[in-house]
């Protein structure tokens, strides 16, 4: 089944210890998002990837970066976590087109710990 | 800053009962989606409504649209158990590849 997968579920890290969560899609989209979600909170955009254009959201802090070598990968990287990182992180897809924004597709979602 | 707020926060009812929430939001927008999330999951989409609909159904879903009062409400009929899960609205400008979720709802469906 075409889905987004995220890997690893859980990641424990220590302050400071840079961290890499990964996700993939096997939906062929265009469009990959990283959103962070905290306790009860709505999912809050962090980033997204439209094809190979990389678009940063004004109020992302700079400790978090995003990687995406192809389609089917893309990658959050957090420098030097803090204790106000830790997080949900939730990778999603969408095949965007001209009439704009159309579903997105979610991974299950990595949880992050930080020490 | 959230383009949306839900109301109620959360809400609790009878297996049975229906359940209704609602959405506001503050811009002009190109479609108005909901999704669901249970409990330490990503979410799933529901529905999706453009800004040129009124209603729009998927099985025990009914959401509405009112471009006029820039709100929108989910009801989901005779809720199951397995309904439990919080639901967020997520809106959609006409340029640009975002969303932008509201703080969902929180809904308990009690057997």
């Known amino acids: 089944d075409a889905m987004v997968i995220q890997n690893p579920r859980y990641q424990v890290t220590q302050f400071g210890k840079p961290v890499t969560l990964s996700c993939s899609q096997t939906?062929?989209?265009?469009?990959m998002y990283w959103y962070q979600q905290k306790s009860s909170q709505a999912p809050k955009l962090l980033f997204h990837?439209?094809?190979?254009?990389?678009?940063n959201e004004a109020d992302t802090p700079d400790n978090f970066q995003s990687r995406r070598p192809n389609t089917s990968f893309c990658f959050l990287d957090i420098r030097s976590p803090g204790l106000g990182d830790a997080a949900m992180y939730l990778c999603a897809t969408s095949r965007v087109r001209l009439a704009g924004v159309n579903e997105q597709f979610f991974g299950p979602g990595t949880r992050l710990t930080v020490l | 800053s959230q383009q949306g707020e839900e109301d109620p926060q959360a809400l609790s009812i009878q297996e049975g009962e229906n359940a209704t929430m609602n959405c506001s939001y503050k811009?002009?927008?190109?479609?108005l989606q909901w999704y669901r999330q249970n409990s330490g999951r990503g979410l799933v989409h529901l529905i999706l409504i453009r800004s040129n609909e009124r209603e729009k159904h998927s099985g025990r879903l009914r959401v509405t649209l009112d471009t006029s009062k820039k709100s929108s409400s989910l009801l989901i009929t005779a809720s199951r158990a397995a309904d439990t899960a919080s639901y967020f609205c997520?809106?959609?400008?006409?340029?640009?590849?975002?969303?932008?979720f509201g703080g969902g709802t929180r809904v308990l469906v009690k057997p």
């Open positions: 939906l062929n989209h265009n469009v």
């Open positions: 811009t002009s927008i190109n479609n």
């Open positions: 990837y439209y094809d190979k254009d990389f678009n």
């Open positions: 997520a809106t959609a400008k006409a340029a640009g590849n975002k969303l932008t």
